[in-house]
């Protein structure tokens, strides 16, 4: 089971629901063939409502290369507090298709805030690129499984 914590604040969570079209949202992208083309995407928000897709085509155009018809097994939760939100995603190995006996992945994290209008990567990514674009992905090493 690969497993990831998170911690973000934000005060405007706990003092009440977000108005229509806002939101706030976590995302993790997996590259696991280190081939910066397809990835696994999961994410959530501080209200444990869970999203999961796949991209091809190093995501270069939301409309072709983004697809949230996939539908797997994983889990993950929220829990809202007083200055921040915290989540914990687990995602089982079997659920994700990757060469056995890799060590290194790409990875990347996104953060969605449109009350105060922000987007926080984990790897920066280029203001004239798209935030899911593949090329600009971290490396992620594997210890053992």
Not at 63 to 75: A, Q, V
Not at 114 to 131: A, E, F, G, Y
Request: with cysteine.
């Amino acid at each position: 089971m690969l497993f990831f914590p998170a911690q973000l604040r934000d005060t405007f969570v706990a003092a009440r629901l977000p108005c229509r079209g806002a939101m706030t949202i976590l995302l993790l992208l997996l590259i696991l063939f280190n081939d910066r083309t397809n990835a696994f995407v999961f994410g959530t928000n501080p209200y444990g409502v869970l999203r999961e897709a796949l991209l091809s085509n190093g995501c270069r155009d939301f409309d072709t290369d983004w697809d949230d018809s996939w539908d797997n097994k994983w889990y993950g939760a929220s829990k809202v507090h007083d200055d921040h939100w915290a989540c914990e995603i687990a995602i089982p190995f079997t659920t994700l298709r990757f060469k056995e006996g890799t060590t290194e992945w790409r990875f990347n994290s996104y953060r969605f805030d449109t009350q105060t209008n922000t987007r926080t990567v984990w790897n920066r990514i280029p203001q004239n690129q798209l935030i899911a674009n593949l090329a600009f992905t971290g490396r992620f090493f594997l210890k053992n499984r």
